[in-house]
Each structure stands twice: as structure tokens, then as C-alpha cells.
């Protein structure tokens, strides 16, 4: 009998789980893709309020770009994305192809990247595309990214 409760069991609680996965990523994936748009306007227009907001803040934060760190929300945003805005004019970021993944309280997505811009002090041009991973866990029942990778390479030739 108990062989039987068991066998009926595992199955039961295995679709349960499958169901209530697939129940979170259809409620949460519009989330994180509002959360990545709001990164991308905040970085485009040097404003840290979307990281402030949408980033836990928390010891050994760390964020990623192409050989470099921020260690922590605040030099994240103000030494990274606050003064960008007037050392850089045109700045265009695009986030595209983003593929959203979830493991109960904890996703991820990859992006594909373009960044263009030109830098005020030489008016050299940039050019990079690359690829933006973000790690997210919910907080309270809120979504905050808590760490973020970002790789990219001049482009070439278009």
C-alpha cells in the first residue's frame, strides 16, 4: 500500500511543481523585461534611479563589463553610469534577443547587445556589440537584479 502511495505520489508532486515553474515564469518574465528596459533607459540617460531601485543593494555586489568591476550599487552608479552621461554624446544601448530563465526565486537572462556612442572629450566613435547576462532573485516578492555581466568587442565592419 505504501509502495502505491508513493508511486501515485512523486508524479503528483513532481506535475505540481512543473506547473507552479511554468505559473511564475508567465507571471514573471514581463517583470524582468521592464526591469531590463528600465536599465537600459537609465544607463542611455546617466540616471541611477533604476538601479537604485530595481538593484539590491547588499556587501560584495558586483558588476561586470569587459575587464573591469563596480564593486557595489552606489560606485556602480556613481562612477559608472551617472558620469557616462556627459563624457559620452549619443548614447544608444540596445538589449535584444533576451532569453528569460527561471528557478524558483532566482532567473537570469541573456541579452545581446549595441552600443554606440561618441566620446565628448576626442569625438572618437564607439561601436560594440556583445552580450549582457543578468542574475535576478525576488526579494519580498519583487524581482531585484543582483548582479550583472556585460562582455562586448568593437565592431568591425557592419
Do not use: C
Amino acid at each position: 500500500m505504501n509502495a502505491i502511495r508513493t508511486a501515485l505520489f512523486i508524479p503528483a508532486a513532481g506535475l505540481l511543481l512543473l506547473a507552479n515553474a511554468a505559473l511564475a515564469t508567465a507571471d514573471d518574465e514581463a517583470d524582468l523585461l521592464a526591469i531590463i528596459a528600465a536599465v537600459e533607459a537609465g544607463w542611455e540617460n546617466g540616471d541611477g534611479t533604476p538601479f537604485r531601485e530595481y538593484f539590491l543593494d547588499f556587501p560584495g555586489a558586483r558588476y561586470v563589463e569587459t575587464g573591469g568591476q563596480n564593486e557595489g550599487l552606489d560606485d556602480l552608479v556613481t562612477h559608472h553610469v551617472e558620469p557616462e552621461s556627459g563624457a559620452l554624446d549619443g548614447m544608444d544601448l540596445s538589449f535584444s534577443d533576451i532569453e528569460v530563465h527561471f528557478e524558483g526565486d532566482f532567473a537570469w537572462a541573456i541579452a545581446n547587445t549595441e552600443f554606440q556612442a561618441t566620446v565628448v572629450s576626442d569625438g572618437r566613435k564607439i561601436h560594440s556589440r556583445g552580450y549582457q547576462t543578468f542574475l535576478f532573485r525576488k526579494v519580498d516578492g519583487a524581482w531585484k537584479v543582483v548582479h550583472t555581466h556585460s562582455s562586448s568587442r568593437p565592431v568591425k565592419k557592419d
